[in-house]
């Protein structure tokens, strides 16, 4: 199975942050990535799709970049609904992987 | 917009088959624009993919979890169905059944069921 290793795990920033959180493949995947956003007691809300593609109706300031095995979601300037753990998750071996996820803390 | 809700009994006895069924509203659940999936993600933990259906009926299932794992679809419902059997403790999770707008974009999410085993 194709291993995706999220990092950091876990962050503190303050809101107007650039943040930036990578995810890696322990194989090529192409650009066959999608990003999450999930808060506390609610489902994984798609933000990017085919590693850079920015989901209908999910701000700009998300963006997500990379291909093979390297990729990166970044947040421009974080804001006060940001706050929420990240996954990254690949569509190309199977099984369909998932990161471990990166939580976003307020600092 | 395409909804979904999931239904089925929180609470299975070990060794037992429990079955998750998924609603959809807003389309048709035989648009080919759709692949619906099932995710699970234990208590405190990550998310897992435990397999997909088309609208066609063709399926895939998470190699780990093949052996106890169907899915199904009830176009007469506009439904689509999980069953695991010989559950263990190990199953205990939330699961959230999915529409993916096309391959490898899970756009539409339920708002997930929680089953205990115990």
């Known amino acids: 199975a194709i291993q995706l290793t999220q990092s950091p795990s876990s962050l503190s920033a303050s809101v107007g942050d650039r943040v930036t959180i990578t995810c890696r493949a322990s194989?090529?995947?192409?650009?066959?990535l999608t990003w999450y956003q999930q808060k506390p007691g609610k489902a994984p809300r798609l933000l990017i799709y085919?590693?850079?593609i920015l989901e209908s109706g999910v701000p700009s300031r998300f963006s997500g970049t990379g291909s093979g095995t390297d990729f990166t979601l970044t947040i421009s300037s974080l804001q006060p609904e940001d706050f929420a753990t990240y996954f990254c998750?690949?569509?190309?071996?199977?099984?369909?992987?998932f990161g471990g996820g990166t939580k976003v803390e307020i600092k | 917009q395409v909804q979904l809700q999931e239904s089925g009994p929180g609470l299975v006895k070990p060794s037992e088959t429990v079955s998750l069924t998924c609603t959809v509203s807003g389309d048709s659940i035989t648009n080919n624009n759709y692949i619906w999936a099932w995710v699970r993600q234990p208590p405190g933990k990550g998310l897992e993919w435990i397999g997909t259906?088309?609208?066609?009926?063709?399926?895939?299932?998470n190699p780990s979890l093949k052996s106890r794992v169907t899915i199904s679809v009830d176009t007469s419902k506009n439904q689509f169905s999980l069953r695991l059997s010989s559950v263990t403790a190990a199953d205990t999770a939330v699961h959230y059944c999915?529409?993916?707008f096309g391959a490898g974009r899970p756009r539409f999410w339920g708002q997930g069921t929680l089953v205990t085993v115990s």
């Open positions: 998750q690949q569509f190309i071996g199977s099984p369909f992987t």
């Open positions: 999915v529409g993916l």
């Open positions: 259906i088309s609208s066609r009926g063709t399926t895939y299932y």
């Open positions: 194989q090529g995947i192409a650009t066959a």
């Open positions: 085919d590693a850079s």
